[in-house]
């Protein structure tokens, strides 16, 4: 069983930056994505790299702000998330892909629990 947890998440100005960050368990390299979820929304494709480091997608609501990448001596993937916008604000979860589409969260087989990002303007 994979287990998956996010950390990083905040209260932050608009403006402001956050480092997410999800750790894997076990020892098999994976590729990851993340996703979000706002209130009374549904979940969004967020990013997501393959297990090598390339490629990565991002969301086209991200691009230029939100990096995602990899460590994979820790097991790790990190979304660095710069001039957050109060529309950034939901529950971020990362989630093991499991083939498919990259952009659909039901093609990912397990997910963390989530962290929370409120962004206040």
């Known amino acids: 069983q994979v287990q998956l947890v996010e950390s990083g998440g905040g209260l932050v100005q608009a403006g402001g930056s956050l480092r997410l960050s999800c750790t894997t368990s076990g020892r098999a390299v994976r590729s990851v994505g993340w996703f979000r979820q706002a209130p009374g929304k549904e979940r969004e494709f967020v990013a997501h790299?393959?297990?090598?480091?390339?490629?990565?997608y991002h969301a086209n609501s991200v691009k230029g702000r939100f990096a995602i990448s990899r460590d994979n001596a820790e097991n790790s993937v990190s979304l660095q998330m710069n001039s957050l916008k109060p529309e950034d604000t939901a529950v971020y979860s990362c989630?093991?892909?499991?083939?498919?589409?990259?952009?659909?969260?039901?093609?990912?087989?397990?997910w963390g629990n989530g962290t929370l990002v409120t962004v206040s303007s």
């Open positions: 989630g093991i892909y499991s083939g498919g589409s990259v952009y659909d969260a039901t093609d990912y087989w397990a």
């Open positions: 790299i393959h297990w090598s480091g390339s490629p990565a």
